[in-house]
Nanobody
Framework: VQLQASGGGLVQPGGSLRLSCAAS????????MAWYRQAPGEQRELVAT???????NYPDSVKGRFTISRDSAKNTVYLQMNGLKPEDTAVYYC??????????WGQGTQVTVSS
């Protein structure tokens, strides 16, 4: 199984970006998908979760600004980020919990919020 993330870049404060992460390989079903981020010198933190049952969860720092969605037919997860702030600057990683296969991480995509 391989994950390919895309969509990062440089954006001004208040702007928007949409991240995508597609899984390929032998995939039976996906238990959950998530996005994490890691800023320099900081620990990796969870920013959005989507379960197979349709449950989503966000920390207060991004709630109301970020939206996670999934296309199960394409084994793809998205992260729509609106109202971006400089403190959102980080490398963003996608995460898949795949049934009978385990946990997989994407390669990371850089998001920089700066004027």
């Amino acid at each position: 199984v391989q994950l390919q993330a895309s969509g990062g870049g440089l954006v001004q404060p208040g702007g928007s970006l949409r991240l995508s992460c597609a899984a390929s390989g032998s995939i039976s079903s996906i238990n959950s998908m998530a996005w994490y981020r890691q800023a320099p010198g900081e620990q990796r933190e969870l920013v959005a979760t989507s379960t197979r049952a349709g449950f989503t969860n966000y920390p207060d720092s991004v709630k109301g600004r970020f939206t996670i969605s999934r296309d199960s037919a394409k084994n793809t997860v998205y992260l729509q980020m609106n109202g971006l702030k400089p403190e959102d600057t980080a490398v963003y990683y996608c995460y898949f919990d795949i049934a009978r296969a385990g946990i997989y991480w994407g390669q990371g995509t850089q998001v920089t919020v700066s004027s």
